[in-house]
């Protein structure tokens, strides 16, 4: 089933060694409840200019969004839409592919155990009697963000091959500080 994911998830492809420093931005987490699942971002962090570089040559910025997520009922046929949508201070944040071919947002979904080996500080923050099905991690890649502002992300996600979205708002992550992850397994 995580090979369906996967294959869904078109741009799943994040390099293993690659991710952003963890940068908590209060009040996370959050959950939002939908008819299909109830999806967790865990951490909003952004993504330093040496993984910029190693990810996603010809982005200035980006974001590292990690999700947990779990279905309302039978974990079938999960579905992930590749489109997201991210606002600053109600501006769109410019992907990096945006008339200039460069990357785009990826989609790299994980097991729940694995995501927390990854980051295990994250273990402490899922929130009380959420059973987690998948963990996902979203990195936006795109132009040089402001110090500061209102982030505004949404994205279509579910089960069953049907999707619906979830929206999430919160403070844009200060620069990185250095990794306590472990080296992607």
Not at 3 to 22: D, K, S
Not at 28 to 50: F, N, W
């Amino acid at each position: 089933m995580l090979a369906f994911v996967q294959a869904l998830a078109v741009f799943a492809a994040i390099p293993a060694a690659v991710a952003a420093a963890p940068v908590a931005s209060s009040p996370l987490p959050v959950v939002v409840d939908g008819k299909l699942a109830s999806v967790a971002l865990l951490q909003a962090s952004l993504v330093s200019s040496d993984d910029l570089k190693a990810c996603c040559p010809g982005a200035k910025g980006g974001l590292e969004l990690v999700f947990l997520m779990r279905p309302s009922d039978e974990p079938v046929d999960v579905t992930l839409s590749p489109q997201v949508e991210t606002l600053i201070d109600r501006q769109p944040y410019l992907a990096a592919d945006e008339g200039a071919g460069g990357p785009r947002p990826k989609l790299n979904v994980r097991k729940v155990d694995d995501l927390f080996r990854r980051y295990p500080d994250l273990a402490a923050r899922v929130p009380q009697g959420f059973k987690p099905h998948l963990g996902l991690i979203v990195t936006i890649p795109g132009t040089p963000l402001p110090e500061s502002g209102q982030v505004a992300y949404s994205m279509k996600l579910g089960y069953h091959k049907q999707l619906e979205r979830f929206s999430f708002s919160f403070a844009l992550p200060q620069a990185p500080a250095p990794s306590p992850r472990n080296p992607a397994r």
